[in-house]
């Protein structure tokens, strides 16, 4: 026998091989219904389990799993307000695609006989104008990836995509017009993706999303042009870069053999009538003309 874990809210069961002739069974495995309707999980079970087995619903999807229903056969307080219980079968009202995922109604009986069954359930939500990234300007040669996603559709979106109002195949090289082409188109996530991109990938493009809930929607139309690199361009950037360093240089040697980098004299006047020592001096100017020279450590005055 295994014997499942307990945890809180879920009931301790055992599975035996002499209860293979219990059945638990679902009229709907594959439950889809729009989005904002309602919709019923059904789970019915056979008399061999007695007449009062416990009945818990679980859901799991891609974020985790939590329990729907407790063990006193009611809702539990994340679905208190959009779900009700009828027998061992759910009620959903309002149906959105967060509800989106794998229920499993488990029953068991007193004696630890136990067994399950999966639905799974799709709130049907057409998609919207997809999201698409698309270069303006690529280089030959360079690798480019096209993007188109739309986060509204469910089930999720699959994509098409258009060149010059072309629709561009899944796989070109089946395709006789198509077989020289080197994309590579993912229909499931809306890359469509260029090893190396060419003069002729040049084009107008846009994206398709679409699934089976509504009409398909397409993206802005947007432009790619491939071009060459220009190397010229590059060879001309180069020589007038050379050619400034070289002006710079030669300005900075012709500044200073010119000798406009050697720092200029200061000049101080002292007004008339006060001694350069403190004592009063004759009723003319005195010029103070102080040069720093060559040698830090000298200094001269000259007096007139």
């Known amino acids: 026998c295994y014997v499942t874990p307990k945890c809180s809210y879920a009931f301790s069961f055992t599975l035996c091989p002499g209860a293979s002739s219990l059945t638990v069974t679902t009229s709907n495995p594959n439950v889809r219904v729009k989005e904002n309707d309602d919709a019923d999980l059904t789970c019915s079970y056979s008399a061999d389990f007695g007449a009062d087995p416990i009945v818990v619903w679980k859901f799991t999807n891609l974020k985790g799993s939590q329990i729907v229903s407790d063990l006193d056969n009611k809702p539990t307080t994340p679905y ?6 009828y027998g061992s ?3 959903f009202s309002k149906v959105t695609s967060k509800d989106n995922g794998v229920y499993d109604c488990e029953v068991a009986n007193t004696n630890g006989q136990s067994g399950k069954v999966q639905v799974t359930m799709t709130a049907l939500v057409p998609p919207s104008a997809p999201l ?3 270069p303006t300007s690529v280089t030959t040669g360079r690798k480019v990836t096209l993007t188109c996603h739309d986060k509204v559709g469910s089930p999720p979106p699959k994509y098409k995509w258009f060149k010059n109002s072309v629709l561009l195949p899944p796989e070109p090289s089946k395709t006789t017009d198509f077989k020289n082409a080197t994309y590579k188109l993912n229909t499931d996530n809306g890359d469509l993706v260029f090893p190396a991109a060419t003069k002729m990938d040049s084009g107008q ?3 398709e999303a679409f699934n089976d809930a509504g009409p398909p929607q397409r993206s802005k139309v947007m432009k790619m042009e491939v071009r060459d690199v220009n190397t010229g361009g590059i060879v ?3 020589i007038v870069a050379l050619l400034l360093v070289v002006l710079l240089v030669f300005g900075i040697w012709y500044a200073h053999k010119k000798g406009y980098l050697k720092p200029k004299p200061s000049v101080v006047y002292q007004q008339a009538g006060s001694s350069l020592y403190g004592g009063e001096d004759e ?3 005195i010029f103070l003309f102080k040069q720093t020279t060559k040698c830090s450590s000298c200094t001269i005055f000259l007096y007139f």
Request: hydrophobic share 45%.
């Open 89 to 91: 079968s759910l009620r």
């Open 205 to 207: 493009y846009f994206c």
């Open 80 to 85: 208190a307000n959009r779900v009700t219980m």
């Open 236 to 238: 001309a950037g180069v």
């Open 283 to 285: 009723d003319v100017s």
């Open 132 to 134: 698409c990234r698309i």
